[in-house]
């Protein structure tokens, strides 16, 4: 099975920070990733899908890079409604299909 | 307007049984695959299983094969969760997933959760 690290796990800044979030999956997976943000007590949101492309919706200051076994979430300048949990997960194949143990990024 | 709703969440002792449905409206259920995805109390998110578009293949999580059992109404618009011979690591909140259009299986809706707890 793929396991996927995310790091760090918690990530303090400010608003208008440049924050990247960093995925890791223990075998390539090519582009087969998604990124989503979750805020307490609701379910999660997709944010980026094959690694890079932006869910329609998903402000632009969000970004997404990487194929292979390296992957960054990128948020250009961080805004008050983005403080949040962000996991990645990989869809190398239908299963099992494997998250990211999430990094939570606070109020510096 | 996409939505997931589930229900049927609710305590449960440890070794009994529970089935949590989901009701789709809004977009063709029977186009896509629909998943479970779980997550226990201040944890991360835990993939449970998914089913296709006809039920025809399903997979299941490890820690879930032989005691849970995913179905699907095409009908009726729903999917199912059977849960069998629960446990106390099976407390979480499930939410109903559907996978998004793009090829392979993400998730580009989810329900507002289920929560399920296992506790005597």
């Known amino acids: 099975d793929i396991q996927m690290t995310q790091s760090p796990s918690t990530l303090s800044a400010s608003v208008g920070d440049r924050v990247t979030i960093t995925c890791r999956a223990s075998q390539t997976i090519s582009n087969w990733l998604a990124w989503y943000q979750q805020k307490p007590g609701k379910a999660p949101n997709l944010l980026i899908y094959k690694a890079s492309t932006l869910e329609s919706g998903v402000p632009s200051r969000f970004s997404g890079s990487g194929s292979g076994t390296e992957f960054t979430l990128t948020i250009s300048s961080l805004q008050p409604d983005d403080f949040a949990t962000y996991y990645c997960q990989e869809y190398n194949s239908y299963s099992p299909l494997t998250f990211g143990g999430g990094t939570k990024v606070e109020i510096k | 307007e996409v939505q997931l709703v589930e229900s049927g969440g609710g305590l449960v002792q440890p070794g009994g049984s529970l089935r949590v449905s989901c009701e789709a409206s809004g977009f063709a259920f029977s186009t896509h695959w629909m998943s479970w995805v779980r997550q226990a109390p201040g944890k991360g998110l835990e993939w449970v299983a998914n089913?296709?578009?006809?039920?025809?293949?399903?997979y299941y999580v490890d820690s879930v094969k032989g005691r849970f059992t995913l179905s699907r109404d095409n009908a009726k618009n729903s999917l199912y969760l059977q849960m069998n011979s629960l446990r106390a690591d099976d407390t979480a909140v499930y939410y109903c997933?559907?996978?998004?259009?793009?090829?392979?299986?993400?998730?580009?809706?989810w329900g507002q959760g289920a929560l399920v707890t296992v506790s005597s």
């Open positions: 997933a559907r996978d998004g259009r793009d090829a392979g299986i993400y998730f580009d809706s």
């Open positions: 089913i296709n578009q006809d039920g025809s293949q399903k």
